[in-house]
């Protein structure tokens, strides 16, 4: 059950509610907290007693899966008609598994989704349903215009409903930094990480400041960090290259000091952990002062932090950033499956999934802060929301970037990073050899895209 925490400041409270206003000011007038959770049996085209079966599928931590698990159970009980089956496990192989079902015609009615998948996914065929063609059955009206052009809507069909906004953070080990007497920072810089770290390492050479994965540096770490070098994303709007020798050369060079002064605890040991930080026993025994990570992966890594407080920090930012890197962004969408026998029903469900005040509370932060902003209120007024993850995701908000083009997500773009920067990690390219592999290999990889788009 979600761990719930005292009310919010007043600031906090306000700039939680402002949340919509910081990412655009279209939502507030469309605010429906009064009405939430009537529209749930509301379809006079809809024989209330077929018998339907769904599927569907997510991936999390296990505080997610129970949330979840409570309200699917809750509704087939409301609508005794629907069966849903659930269909759920980690992140690790989830996409593959999504991709052949896809393929294979397999996969379930509702899907969670991760939005750096979108693009790739329906670049050459429809797969979901469009949600702006479902407007009479499911409310996104309080949903921000802007935030779904930037992350959900492709080809100018909404391929999903954002499940709730997502940042960078870094999550800390607050027990960790007073026993160390590693001074707190509101807003860290990268500096101060690499002088503290190789202090601490210095200092006992099992220790280490951030424990951190090879997805960890792909997603968030190495574009973070050359966005704040230059202003500038790996792929421009216009899909040509956003880095060259000398900006790559540089990132990989702080990369790579990154493991040299012992900041980073080394790859070859959080490999079996790779995406699943709240596994690593570094991290589970309390023997790391940090984690970067997604606001919405808060409720999980407090779940394996039995023995120790945690608070957040911004995502650290270098000296003389030219951007913070930071995108505020959804954690992730559920679409419909456009083969779905029973799309009325899936987006019944997925209505009430978004509108019934039981429902909300049910799940409360499991995929972060709701986007809507009568959601984020009821949460509030019912004491559901999380103060950790409400106050890392108002601290990233405030300091958020623009949002990149769809095409930095591309997977064949990233698996190419992660290459590159695994090399780097293990000592097997110099910073310098490592950039010019990233260009030859990411030129040639944008012309094959463009060639099969056209």
């Known amino acids: 059950m979600l761990k719930t925490f005292g009310k919010l400041s007043t600031l906090s409270l306000v700039m939680l509610l402002a949340i919509a206003t910081i990412l655009s000011a279209c939502s507030g007038s469309n605010s429906n907290a009064g009405n939430q959770g009537t529209a749930v049996n509301e379809n006079a085209g809809q024989n209330k ?36 089956e659930a269909e759920y496990g ?17 996969a379930p009615d509702l899907i969670q989704l991760d939005y750096l998948w ?20 499911i409310d996104i009206s309080e949903f921000d215009e802007q935030f779904l052009r930037d992350w959900a809507i492709i080809n100018g069909q909404l391929q999903g409903v954002p499940t709730g906004m997502n940042a960078l953070t870094t999550i800390v080990n607050k027990s960790f ?4 007497d590693i001074p707190m920072h509101e807003k ?42 230059t202003g500038k994303y790996l792929v421009n709007a216009d899909n040509t290259l956003g880095f060259d020798q000398q900006s790559m050369t540089e990132t990989f060079t702080f990369l ?49 932090a039995a023995n120790f407080d945690i608070t957040t ?39 009430w999934l978004f509108s019934d005040k039981e ?60 290459e590159v920067i695994e090399k780097v990690a293990f000592g097997k390219l110099t910073p310098e050899a490592a950039a010019a592999e990233m260009i030859e290999r990411y030129e040639a990889k944008l012309k094959e895209i463009d060639a099969s788009t056209k």
């Not at 994965?213 to 997603?219: F, N, R």
Request: charged share 20%; no cysteine; glycine share 4%.
């Open 49 to 84: 007693d077929e018998k339907v079966t769904l599927r569907f599928s997510w991936w999390g931590g296990e505080s997610r899966h129970k949330a979840t698990l409570a309200a699917i159970d809750m509704y087939m009980k409301q609508n005794p008609n629907v069966t849903i």
């Open 90 to 106: 980690t992140f690790d192989g989830y996409y593959q598994k999504l991709q052949t079902q896809l393929s294979g015609g397999t």
């Open 118 to 137: 979108i693009n790739d996914l329906v670049r050459q065929v429809d797969l979901f349903v469009d949600m702006y063609t479902l407007k009479d059955t």
């Open 177 to 180: 930094m007073d026993r160390e």
């Open 188 to 229: 860290w810089t990268w500096e101060q990480i690499i002088a503290e770290g190789q202090k601490l390492n210095q200092k006992n050479p099992k220790m280490f400041l951030i424990n951190s994965d090879l997805s960890t540096l792909t997603e968030k770490i190495v574009p973070s960090y050359h966005s704040q070098l």
């Open 256 to 304: 790579k000091s990154l493991f040299d002064t012992g900041v980073l605890q080394p790859l070859g040991e959080s490999a079996l952990y790779n995406a699943k930080t709240e596994q690593n026993p570094k991290w589970i025994n309390g023997e790391t002062a940090m984690t970067i990570a997604n606001v919405a992966d808060i409720p999980k890594l407090r779940g394996t």
């Open 313 to 351: 920090t911004l995502f650290p930012v270098k000296e003389n950033a030219k951007s913070t890197g930071i995108n505020a962004r959804p954690s992730q969408l559920i679409g419909i499956n456009k083969n779905s026998k029973h799309i009325e029903e899936a987006t019944k469900f997925l209505n």
């Open 359 to 418: 429902a909300i509370l049910t799940l409360g932060v499991e995929r972060s802060i709701p986007v809507k902003p009568s959601s984020q209120e009821l949460l509030l007024a019912n004491d559901k929301l999380d103060q950790v993850v409400a106050t890392s995701l108002e601290t990233a908000l405030a300091n958020q970037a623009a949002a990149p083009s769809y095409m930095n997500n591309n997977q064949e773009l990233m698996k190419i990073s992660n």
